[in-house]
C-alpha cells in the first residue's frame, strides 16, 4: 500500500513541479515581451523627440538665412538700388507638427516648445504695431533681424537639450549659433550706446539682467 502512496505523491509533485516551471516561464517570457515593448516605446519616443529637434534646427537655419537676406535688402533700400526689396521679404514661420506621441513627452518638455511658439509669435505682433505706428522700413527689419536672432538662438537652445536627452548630437554644425551670438552682441553695445533707440522687448530684459 505505502508504494502506492509514494507514487501518487511522486505523481502529485511532478505536476506540482510542472505546473511551477510551466507558470515562471511564462512569466518569464512575459517580462521578456514587456521589456522589448518598454524598449520600443522608448525608441518611438525618441523619434517624436528627434522630430522636435530637427524642426526647431531647421527654423534656426531658415533664420540665419532670411537675416542675411534682411542685411542685403538694407543695402539694397539704403543705396536706392531697390527700395522695394525689404517689402518683399516674408516671415519665418515657426509651425511645429506634433502627432499623439507629444501626449507622451514630458510636461515641461511640450510647454518649454509651445511657449516658444507663441512669444516667437507675439513678438511678429509687436513689430507689425511699432511698424504700422511710427518705424520705417529700415527700423522694422531691424526688429525682425532682432526677432530671429533672440528667438533663433532660443530654439537651438531648445533643441540642444532635446538631443542631451535622448543623445544624439548634431551631424553637422550650421552655423547659426556663431551668427545669433555675434548679432546678439553687436546689439548690446548698439543698445549700450544708443539706450533710447527701438530694441526687442526680450532683447532689453537680457541686456538688463546680464
Same mark, same amino acid.
Given at each position: #500500500?505505502?508504494?502506492?502512496?509514494? /507514487? ?43 522630430? =522636435? ?10 533664420? #540665419? ?10 543695402? #539694397? ?65 531691424? /526688429? ?13 537652445? =531648445?533643441?540642444?537639450? =532635446? ?48
Amino acid at each position: #500500500m505505502e508504494w502506492w502512496l509514494a /507514487l501518487i505523491t511522486g505523481v502529485l509533485s511532478s505536476a506540482v513541479v510542472s505546473t511551477f516551471i510551466t507558470t515562471w516561464w511564462a512569466a518569464r517570457v512575459r517580462r521578456q515581451d514587456l521589456q522589448r515593448e518598454d524598449v520600443k516605446d522608448a525608441e518611438r519616443l525618441k523619434h517624436v523627440y528627434l522630430a =522636435i529637434a530637427t524642426q526647431l534646427e531647421t527654423f534656426c537655419y531658415r533664420c #540665419m538665412i532670411r537675416k542675411s537676406e534682411i542685411s542685403e535688402a538694407q543695402h #539694397m533700400y539704403i543705396t536706392g538700388e531697390d527700395r522695394d526689396a525689404l517689402g518683399r521679404l516674408r516671415g519665418v514661420p515657426l509651425l511645429l507638427e506634433t502627432d499623439a506621441k507629444w501626449l507622451d513627452l514630458p510636461v515641461s518638455v511640450v510647454d518649454e516648445v509651445n511657449t516658444l511658439v507663441a512669444r516667437y509669435a507675439a513678438a511678429g505682433e509687436w513689430i507689425a504695431g511699432v511698424f504700422q505706428d511710427y518705424a520705417d522700413a529700415m527700423d522694422a527689419s531691424d /526688429l525682425d533681424s532682432q526677432r530671429f536672432t533672440y528667438y533663433g538662438r532660443e530654439a537651438s537652445r =531648445i533643441a540642444k537639450n =532635446i538631443r542631451h536627452t535622448i543623445g544624439q548630437a548634431r551631424s553637422m554644425h550650421e552655423g547659426y549659433d556663431d551668427v545669433f551670438n555675434s548679432d546678439l552682441e553687436r546689439s548690446r553695445k548698439r543698445h549700450e550706446e544708443y539706450p533710447s533707440s527701438t530694441i526687442l522687448p526680450e532683447l532689453r530684459r537680457t541686456f538688463a539682467s546680464a
